[in-house]
């Protein structure tokens, strides 16, 4: 089964607004935005357009890594942006920006698992001695659309550590591996980060599992219903700081936004059921987030919000719609990151 993603981050800073749910009763939904306009279906991909900025240096941080004998997750700043639960290497980079929300310093956290299954040969129930992730952190000018490749810096190399012996994978055995390292980024940009949100690693577990199983089923019915007006108000912030991070132009926005619009215009997309699934804190505590918790490793670490379409060739393709919660402090509710 092809599996295609759609990331949705959500941030829940900014300012709450009281608005009616469909009973039309005053009930404060749990996301809600901070948008500066009134974003509609209609109107969004314009404003989505609009927040496009460019510069005359464009910082561009990515990562290549070459991997053996384990599955892997990383993370920029404590929040996942690339899971890779699948067999063979990767040759593409990793851009690390859409999680750089302004200049200082920043961090690359990877993961290890054991590589449960291969094409060829069995799989392992662990980590092994001949486990390897090596990382290569780059940086280059993504406005030189001539010569940016050419003159990228090598700005880090990390390789996972070994045993005494120097050979060794040091987590040889282990179901689990993590390491994390810091590097100093300059960016054109500040975006509103996650300094002031909530710590809702302070949030009793039970409440907490509560509050976010409403913000999910929210959005489940919000995609499932076709309200794509409230789909795009409320991803809208989550949008643009990805357009003015990323450096993108108005072709890959509009490429985007025809992605989101397939949740709600694509007849044969339908929405899975909400369940099986186990709340994550990222970022240190500041972001929750509901990820499924079945093995099949074409769904392991997936958002529990997801459905089935069907693709030209008449296969089944998978959609995951990954929400990310922030609390802003002195709030109550999620927005999206």
Same mark, same amino acid.
């Given at each position: 089964?092809?599996?295609? @993603? ?170 689990? @591996? ?145 929400? @990310? ?13």
């Amino acid at each position: 089964m092809k599996i295609k @993603y759609i990331i949705l981050l959500t941030l829940f800073g900014l300012g709450a607004c009281k608005q009616k749910n469909n009973s039309m009763d005053n009930t404060v939904p749990p996301i809600t935005d901070s948008n500066k306009e009134k974003i509609t279906a209609e109107n969004a991909l314009q404003n989505q357009i609009k927040a496009i900025k460019r510069y005359a240096d464009e910082p561009l941080y990515y990562i290549y890594v070459n991997h053996e004998q384990c599955f892997f997750q990383v993370l920029v700043n404590d929040i996942p942006v690339f899971n890779y639960f699948e067999d063979g290497g990767i040759m593409s980079p990793i851009i690390l920006n859409n999680y750089i929300s302004h200049s200082g310093k920043q961090t690359i956290t990877y993961k290890l698992y054991p590589q449960t299954k291969r094409t060829y040969g069995e799989g392992f129930n662990t980590l092994t001695p001949y486990t390897k992730f090596d990382v290569k952190l780059y940086v280059r000018n993504n406005a030189d659309t001539v010569n940016g490749f050419d003159n990228q810096k090598l700005l880090l190399t990390n390789h996972a550590a070994t045993k005494t012996d120097g050979k060794s994978f040091i987590g040889d055995g282990k179901d689990y @591996y993590e390491y994390t390292l810091a590097f100093e980024a300059k960016v054109p940009y500040k975006l509103k980060g996650l300094e002031d949100s909530e710590d809702l690693a302070k949030i009793a577990p039970a409440e907490l599992l509560k509050k976010t199983e409403l913000a999910y089923k929210y959005i489940w019915d919000i995609i499932n219903n076709k309200k794509s007006s409230e789909y795009f108000r409320l991803k809208h912030e989550a949008n643009t700081n990805q357009i003015i991070s990323e450096y993108v132009n108005s072709e890959f926005v509009k490429e985007s936004f025809l992605e989101d619009e397939f949740l709600f215009k694509d007849a044969s997309f339908k929405l899975e059921p909400l369940k099986d699934y186990k709340p994550i804190l990222y970022a240190n505590g500041k972001v929750v987030c509901l990820e499924q918790t079945s093995e099949d490793l074409r769904l392991k670490r997936e958002s529990s919000i997801w459905g089935k379409s069907k693709n030209e060739k008449g296969g089944t393709e998978a959609t995951f719609i990954k929400l @990310y919660l922030h609390i802003p402090k002195g709030k109550d509710t999620f927005e999206i990151l």
